[in-house]
């Protein structure tokens, strides 16, 4: 349940603030990110659960993910044709999807085996506050802070007929980043996202089924990204 109420709390504050912006004019923007994970997300495993045997047991609490990439779409309502229309002000949300593979040592051992690597996809959704300031029609900086909830989803490693899957896990999050607007149409920034800490469990269908104890696994990452202002 708790899970759940996360989830709907994040998408209720993403339904009010998109409602709220339709009275005037808001604006959209496409971004493309790297992703850059940190802490135990990052860390390589020393070993496997149990035996050491890529494709069918999990790592623990590390990750040992690699340097990923992301999509992502923000819906920001300005204040136009309000009193605070100059004061910088906005609201905005947010869905990101991320993407990280494996890093190189570990992606030998499952080749080694001939089978099936898993990866990671976040897919953070967060409401918040952003702040920019225009020096000129080309140069301006922004920061912003959001919450919300992750969704994090490992995907299936093993062979075909040994195939382990893995449940999603929504977990609170949040985020805050800063960077320049150039011409009001692009944009640079860093931003820093804490997407939980995951409860990483297998499928009661997958060829573990419940024989495999489930771990916590802290996801943090740093994202830079190039974004495009319509």
């Known amino acids: 349940m708790k899970r759940i109420s996360t989830i709907l709390t994040a998408l209720l504050m993403c339904v009010a603030v998109c409602s709220f912006g339709q009275t005037t004019k808001a604006g959209l923007s496409f971004q493309f990110g790297g992703i850059l994970p940190m802490g135990e997300f990052h ?22 993910a690699m340097f990923g990439a992301s999509f992502g779409v923000k819906y920001t309502y300005s204040f136009q044709n309000t009193k605070m229309e100059n004061s910088g002000l906005g609201i905005f949300v947010s869905a990101d999807g991320m993407w ?5 040592d570990l992606r030998d051992r499952y080749d080694k085996l ?22 000129s029609d080309v140069f301006g900086i922004w920061a912003e802070a959001g ?16 195939l382990t899957k893995y449940k999603m ?21 860093a931003h ?9 469990m297998v499928k009661e269908d997958s060829f573990l089924g419940n024989v495999q104890p489930s771990y916590p696994m802290k996801i943090g990452v740093w994202a830079f990204k190039l974004g495009f202002h319509f």
């Open 100 to 104: 990280n593979a494996l890093n190189k």
């Open 43 to 64: 860390a390589q495993p020393t070993g496997v659960l149990g035996v050491i045997t890529p494709g069918l047991n999990s790592f623990d609490k590390n990750g040992g």
């Open 192 to 200: 820093y996202y804490w997407l939980g800490s995951h409860n990483v």
């Open 147 to 162: 919450l919300g909830a992750d969704l994090f989803f490992k995907t299936p490693e093993g062979t075909e007929n040994a």
């Open 114 to 135: 001939s089978v099936t690597k898993p990866m990671y996809v976040n897919v953070p959704i967060m409401a918040g506050i952003s702040y920019t300031t225009t020096f």
């Open 169 to 189: 896990s929504p977990e609170f999050a949040f985020e805050a980043g800063a960077g320049i607007l150039l011409v009001r149409t692009v944009s640079l920034g």
